[in-house]
């Protein structure tokens, strides 16, 4: 699958589900960027980092309690503009690691 393919299939599933994601569905689409999540420091905060883009610090969302609770709307639309934002440096990213 191409890199921009990759890319425009995560982006696209998290448009579509902004309302209902869940806490892992979140990490694997970003685990498929080559995303690393993280725990954060308090109950439910994921820090995520990717080593493959160097002006990229980290981001963060907040699942909430429970098990694999759902994402508050706002959490996703900040993940998204991020990944809008690195949007070319992603896909670059993905085209070096593919196999």
């Not at 994601?21 to 109950?43: H, M, N, S, Y």
Request: charged share 25%.
């Amino acid at each position: 699958m191409s890199a921009k393919l990759i890319y425009t299939e995560v982006v696209e599933t998290l448009q579509a589900s902004k309302a209902n994601i869940r806490c892992d569905t979140l990490a694997e689409q970003l685990a498929r960027l080559g995303f690393e999540v993280r725990d954060g420091k308090r109950g439910g905060h994921k820090v995520f980092v990717h080593d493959g883009i160097p002006t990229f610090t980290s981001g963060s969302y907040n699942c909430g309690h429970g098990r694999n609770p759902e994402i508050k709307p706002a959490y996703i639309r900040n993940v998204l503009r991020i990944l809008w934002q690195y949007e070319s440096e992603i896909i670059d990213f993905l085209k070096r690691t593919e196999s």
